[in-house]
């Protein structure tokens, strides 16, 4: 989180972009995974009551389309982008498989 803020007061950037107000959510690590989850992240930021509207998700391959799955079925009032740089090659096909199960099952539960 300290990183991210960093490199938003940092970066140099439109004034257009700059007037857009940042809103990081920190969520808390779960109990016996020691991180949060993007569901889990969701459910912290809706917390904070956002108003629906759009969103920009960044994320890295090959976790793109699970995450924005994940948004998706928990914000249907919101219309989602995600992007990501490529990636995954060198991660082991059983996170690879499982990512896209993730996504499958995500997508299937959309209201």
Do not use: C, N
Not at 19 to 28: E, F, K, R, S
Not at 39 to 50: H, I, K, N
């Amino acid at each position: 989180t300290a990183m991210m803020v960093h490199v938003w007061e940092a970066t140099e950037m439109p004034s257009e972009l700059r007037a857009i107000p940042l809103t990081i959510v920190d969520a808390p690590p779960l109990p016996l995974r020691g991180r949060p989850t993007t569901e889990s992240t969701v459910y912290t930021w809706l917390e904070m009551s956002p108003e629906p509207g759009s969103i920009l998700m960044i994320s890295s391959q090959p976790y793109v389309g699970y995450q924005r799955a994940v948004l998706g079925t928990l914000l249907p009032l919101f219309e989602i982008e995600g992007v990501g740089q490529e990636g995954g090659r060198t991660l082991p096909i059983s996170i690879l498989l499982d990512t896209i199960g993730k996504e499958v099952t995500w997508s299937r539960a959309r209201p």
